[in-house]
């Protein structure tokens, strides 16, 4: 049964209704799919958020506080999430050039080269989950979820 016909099945009272929970239905089954392709790599959908975050500004970083607004899930605890993933070789800190106060986080060589061996499996996922839409309506669904947010 696709999400669709479940949601159209819970007798919503408006439109909006069977949109919103139709796009939190979806959303929640693509983040366990991602999350599958994700754990035996040792990373949460949340760390890997933060990676790819970091891959953007690579080679320089981005202070806490940018990496905080750029998440997918606002984290009550960037730092502690930061300090794991330094632990763990894929991201470090330093100063900004600026201002010295400003403590940047950076990916490494091995975050990247992690997100590089990850890369291929999420492109398959990805694949297999927009396989029923054309690139025209992907565009659209794309626009239509900035709408929704913006």
């Not at 919103?20 to 949340?46: C, F």
Request: proline share 5%; hydrophobic share 45%; with cysteine.
């Amino acid at each position: 049964m696709t999400v669709l016909q479940r949601v159209q099945q819970r007798g919503f009272k408006t439109p909006a209704e069977a949109a919103v929970v139709s796009v939190m239905v979806a959303g929640a089954e693509i983040e366990q799919a991602v999350g599958a392709v994700l754990a035996p790599h040792g990373l949460t959908l949340d760390q890997y958020n933060v990676l790819r975050i970091l891959r953007g500004a690579y080679p320089g970083g981005l202070p806490r506080y940018d990496v905080a607004q750029r998440m997918v899930h606002p984290a009550p605890d960037v730092t502690r999430m930061l300090d794991r993933l330094a632990r763990q070789g894929w991201m470090g800190r330093g100063r900004d050039a600026e201002d010295a106060r400003l403590s940047v986080a950076k990916i490494t060589k091995a975050g990247l080269a992690l997100l590089e061996r990850i890369d291929p499996e999420i492109e398959v996922l990805e694949a297999r989950i927009a396989a029923s839409l054309s690139p025209a309506q992907l565009r659209r669904l794309a626009r239509l979820c900035d709408a929704l947010v913006t």
